[in-house]
């Protein structure tokens, strides 16, 4: 009991301020992916061939740019984007310096996700819609994405999950967050209790995402 409180006393506001970096970094970093990444997820779709908006060449642009970026390991993207971060949110340090390349880094894992859910809505409730003359805008929202709805909320948990891995990637830059601790304290210090907590967390965080993400992909296949 007394090396817990010693432990709390000592590191206790410490995990509990990277803590909230990582739910900063992951939750800011989602939204501006999930903007970014779903319009192009739906742009995939609706560009394939025999597809609404038929355009091999849009298609073929959007599919290449989302694998080069999908197929490169974020701490490498990481690194590669330090000047083009600073360019744009003038430091490459702290939450606010990791935010661009963790968008950069989902976004289009996001759009694949996306894409995947929108295509296993059925062909046949798609083509009577159209055939009744309903414009694409009023599909896309209230058919493709309400019947692709527990597909999508899965997909987004998942990419959430993955958002956190990076956020502890992003640790090495001095990004902030658990994963910063677990590498500063933890690794280099040689203090495995630190990262023994951080651990726990970052699993119950991840424990907690999923089950609301299966919670919510069940109750809305029932709405």
């Known amino acids: ?32 992916a999930v903007i970014f990444g779903l319009p192009l997820g739906v742009l995939l779709v609706l560009t394939r061939p025999n597809k609404s908006w038929d355009n091999k060449y849009v298609y073929q642009f959007l599919n290449i740019v989302i694998n080069v970026l999908r197929s490169i390991p974020f701490i490498i993207l990481l690194f590669f984007l330090l000047p083009f971060t600073r360019s ?6 702290g939450v606010r310096g990791v935010i661009v390349p963790l968008v950069v880094y989902t976004a289009p894992y996001i759009a694949r996700l996306m894409e995947s859910a929108l295509l296993e809505v059925d062909k046949g409730v798609l083509e009577a819609y159209e055939a009744m003359g309903i414009k694409t805008r009023h599909i896309i929202w209230h058919v493709m994405v309400q019947e692709a709805k527990p597909s999508i909320i899965l997909g987004l948990t998942i990419a959430t999950i993955g958002l956190i891995g990076a956020t502890a990637m992003a640790g090495l830059v001095g990004a902030g967050g658990l994963g910063d601790v677990a590498y500063r304290f933890g690794h280099l210090r040689y203090q495995p209790n630190v990262m023994y907590v951080t651990i726990v967390l970052l699993v119950i965080l991840i424990q907690a995402i999923q089950s609301l993400g299966n919670i919510l992909a069940t109750k809305s296949k029932k709405d």
């Open 88 to 93: 744009i949110v003038g430091t490459s340090m």
């Open 1 to 32: 009991m007394d090396n817990i409180i010693e432990f709390y006393d000592r590191w206790g506001g410490l995990i509990w301020e990277a803590t909230i970096e990582t739910f900063q970094m992951v939750s800011i970093s989602f939204l501006i």
